[in-house]
């Protein structure tokens, strides 16, 4: 194995961490509730407190590994996230098991977040971009696999197996990192920012067409998925009638489909330009979404398969590219850059799953209706990007 591959390996294993540690134990949930003396109602901050601290975490993340180095950052979140977890697995109540989440959200955040920055310091143009191809590609098949996986072990183990092992996985990566990767922000190239020094930097990346068009196109398909996952038990179990491991089988095969996407996305990157390629991804979303909208009633799982096949592969498509516009034109501010961006995805993801329950209307039909509209703004957020300050990709 070459050292591009295997650092490409670590800073996968980085991206995907802090989703694994989500979607891993959801299975697991009313075991967990009567173990804590919880409600259903109850399990859903343990969900909300993540998400909330995993996006407010990453806005700090970023300037700080541009004043301070990636490698300190990095190190230190895993350290706290083995914590977090090994608290997760002894926890006996509930707010025990909220503290564990927030310890985790708050540790893992910077590796998620730095992963990306990090791709941007080693790799530019069409490398960075297969690069996040690999990255984006882990992120979606955490996902897609560790349900099927929690299962198994809620069912042979016990739930608190599940802690254990994501506690395993960030002393892997910890030692691996350690090990395998030196410093990649260079001193001389590091940003002494204050508070408000930050602040306008924000802002002045949200007003930054070649920063918000993209970004915003990425976090809404990555909303998109969130919003597949909170939907699909109440559509395939309640619904069809299928079992919590069929479901997580589903869950397994789909990632097949995002994962032949983002690989091929940077070749055709290559020979047509990333925004353009993202556009052909926006429509291939938009048909999957529409589909979901026309064949909700009574829809069996065939048709289900192609709707949301559709909406991944085209996913796939925008996820890696979209990124990779996203970052290039920021190498000074990439990890403040990569923090913005993470922001963006985590509170769209959130918005979707929240309003798969929010929203009084049949969950496939409004999972269509999600999936249309994210794959309709962000059709129309590369459409608007300017086109004078494209990437290169050959």
């Known amino acids: 194995m070459s050292s591009t591959t295997r650092t490409l390996v670590l800073l996968s294993g980085l991206a995907a961490v802090g989703t694994l540690s989500t979607t891993i134990i959801l299975p697991s949930f009313p075991a967990m509730a009567a173990s804590l003396d919880a409600s259903a109602a109850d399990m859903a901050l343990t969900l909300s407190s993540f998400f909330l601290v995993f996006a407010l975490g990453q806005l700090l993340v970023g300037p700080l590994s541009d004043r301070y180095g990636r490698r300190p950052l990095i190190l230190g979140g895993l350290i706290l996230f083995v914590l977090g977890s090994l608290l997760g697995a002894s926890a006996t109540d509930l707010n025990t098991m909220i503290a564990a989440r927030v310890t985790q959200a708050a540790g893992v955040c910077a590796a998620s977040v730095l992963a990306r920055a990090v791709a941007r310091d080693l790799y530019d143009g069409p490398v960075l971009a297969k690069a996040l191809a690999f990255i984006m590609v882990a992120m979606a098949a955490a996902p897609g696999f560790s349900p099927l996986l929690g299962s198994v072990i809620d069912s042979q183990l016990g739930w608190r197996t599940s802690f254990a092992l994501v506690a ?223 990437p290169q990709t050959a």
């Open 168 to 390: 395993a996985v960030g002393v892997i990566l910890i030692i691996s990192y350690a090990l395998s990767m030196g410093e990649t922000h260079a001193p001389s190239a590091r940003l002494k920012m204050t508070a408000g020094a930050i602040a306008r930097s924000y802002l002045q990346l949200l007003a930054d067409r070649r920063f918000a068009l993209p970004a915003l196109s990425v976090s809404l398909v990555i909303g998109g998925l969130y919003a597949f996952f909170a939907s699909a038990p109440a559509i395939m179990m309640r619904g069809m009638g299928y079992s919590s491991m069929q479901l997580g089988v589903f869950f397994a095969a789909t990632v097949l489909v995002v994962f032949s996407a983002g690989i091929l996305a940077p070749q055709m990157a290559q020979r047509w330009g990333a925004v353009q390629v993202a556009v052909f991804g926006s429509l291939i979303a938009l048909a999957g979404g529409t589909l979901q909208v026309l064949l909700y009633e009574g829809q069996d799982l065939m048709q289900f398969s192609l709707a949301i096949c559709l909406f991944l592969a085209g996913m796939g498509v925008i996820n890696p590219l979209g990124t990779a516009v996203t970052l290039q034109p920021f190498a000074e501010q990439a990890g403040l850059a990569s923090s913005l961006l993470g922001f963006m995805q985590m509170t769209i993801a959130a918005t979707g799953t929240g309003l798969i329950s929010a929203i009084a209307l049949p969950p496939s039909l409004t999972l269509g209706l999600l999936l249309s509209g994210a794959a309709l703004c962000s059709l129309a957020g590369f459409f608007l990007y300017p086109a004078s300050t494209e």
